[in-house]
């Protein structure tokens, strides 16, 4: 299977992800989001719609820029945004002992990483 096949497919679950998280967080009431996410409950609303937007706009920039060559070179800073973001996400789940949460938490950093280090590496320069 050809590596860039495997790793648009990799981008394109990591996009899903994030932009199904991001619009939740952006868009649900904080009391709604607390159901699923016990840890926003101790964060402010302010906190939690940056996240979202983060996660939203990193959603985007890391499959659009890529896939219409435009600044291609976004994708993989898009893709280091949001593995930061994972870690602070990590170590969220591990203050408010969410050891299960930490099952998606690493993965989508590693994702996230590897995406970053991917597209760095095959795409033209700039």
Request: aromatic fraction near 10%; include cysteine.
């Given at each position: 299977?050809?590596?860039?096949?495997?790793?648009?497919?990799?981008?394109?679950?990591?996009?899903?992800?994030?932009?199904?998280?991001?619009?939740?967080?952006?868009?649900?009431?904080?009391?709604?989001?607390?159901?699923?996410?016990?840890?926003?409950?101790?964060?402010?609303?302010?906190?939690?719609?940056?996240?979202?937007?983060?996660?939203?706009?990193?959603?985007?920039?890391?499959?659009?820029?890529?896939?219409?060559?435009?600044?291609?070179?976004?994708?993989?800073?898009?893709?280091?945004?949001?593995?930061?973001?994972?870690?602070?996400?990590?170590?969220?789940?591990?203050?408010?002992?969410?050891?299960?949460?930490?099952?998606?938490?690493?993965?989508?950093?590693?994702?996230?990483?590897?995406?970053a280090w991917a597209?760095?590496?095959?795409?033209?320069?700039?």
């Amino acid at each position: 299977m050809d590596a860039n096949l495997i790793l648009w497919s990799l981008q394109g679950a990591v996009a899903v992800v994030f932009l199904a998280t991001g619009l939740m967080k952006l868009f649900m009431p904080k009391d709604r989001l607390a159901i699923t996410f016990k840890w926003t409950a101790s964060f402010r609303d302010v906190t939690l719609k940056g996240i979202g937007l983060i996660e939203t706009l990193g959603a985007i920039g890391i499959v659009l820029p890529e896939a219409l060559r435009i600044f291609p070179w976004l994708s993989p800073i898009a893709a280091l945004g949001l593995a930061v973001t994972m870690i602070g996400a990590s170590l969220t789940n591990l203050r408010f002992k969410e050891y299960g949460a930490l099952g998606l938490s690493l993965p989508l950093l590693c994702a996230c990483a590897y995406i970053a280090w991917a597209r760095d590496v095959l795409s033209p320069a700039f």
